[in-house]
């Protein structure tokens, strides 16, 4: 049977495209807050802003999930969770297309990490944890300790882009994504080819 194009997942070079055109893929001169220098820069709300294809990228993400048995046949007592506020459109998105029971999001108050006040020990459902981006692998790391404290197994893991340094799996699962990037960091200003080329830097929140 021919495939219908509407059951396949993009391939890495058209999701990359969507994030060209949208904005949310850029290139120049950029400074993290760590003081870290690097050429490109993802600002991934800004292909969620457009509903069309906030719905192409989840519905992409959710397919890799579809596919594993283990998740299809909890579906759908399952609950998707997003570690921060950039991960909520890629969570409603992929609860759409899995028809998933639950959402919850994190947020971090004070510097720690946390759900909001009452949710409780026991109501939560098997996780699947997605986000816009995984850079360090630092926020999914912390989510799924919280749902290990509150008891919610993780099922599935992922994110539209996982930069190729931070940790490919979880504890439990291997983390899906649709794009991986190879992303170069120089140390300083002192290795940075663009600071050299005297390329004018922005400075970048996260
Ligand atoms: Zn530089």
Redesign the pocket.
């Known amino acids: 049977m021919a495939a219908t194009g509407v059951q396949l997942i993009p391939s890495p070079e058209e999701i990359m495209q969507i994030l060209k055109r949208t904005g949310a893929f850029r290139e120049g001169?950029f400074?993290y807050p760590t003081g870290k220098?690097t050429a490109h820069y993802f600002q991934m709300p800004l292909a969620f802003r457009y509903y069309d294809t906030a719905r192409v990228l989840a519905v992409a993400l959710s397919r890799k999930f579809r596919i594993e048995r283990d998740i299809a046949s909890q579906l759908p007592k399952v609950a998707i969770i997003s570690p921060s506020s950039g991960g909520i459109p890629v969570a409603f998105g992929v609860r759409d297309a899995l028809n998933a029971e639950q959402i919850y999001w994190a947020e971090r108050d004070g510097g720690k990490r946390s759900f909001r006040q009452y949710v409780n020990q026991g109501e939560i459902n098997p996780c699947i944890v997605v986000d816009d981006i995984i850079r360090s692998g630092n926020a999914i790391e912390e989510t799924v300790e919280l749902l290990h404290n509150l008891g919610a197994p993780v099922i599935g893991c992922g994110a539209i882009v996982r930069f190729s340094s931070a940790p490919d799996s979880t504890e439990e699962v291997p983390v899906k994504s649709l794009v991986e990037y190879d992303e170069k960091f120089?140390q300083s200003?002192a290795d940075?080819p663009?600071?050299k080329q005297g390329v004018p830097?922005e400075h970048v929140r996260f």
């Open positions: 001169h400074v220098h120089y200003s940075c663009m600071c830097e």
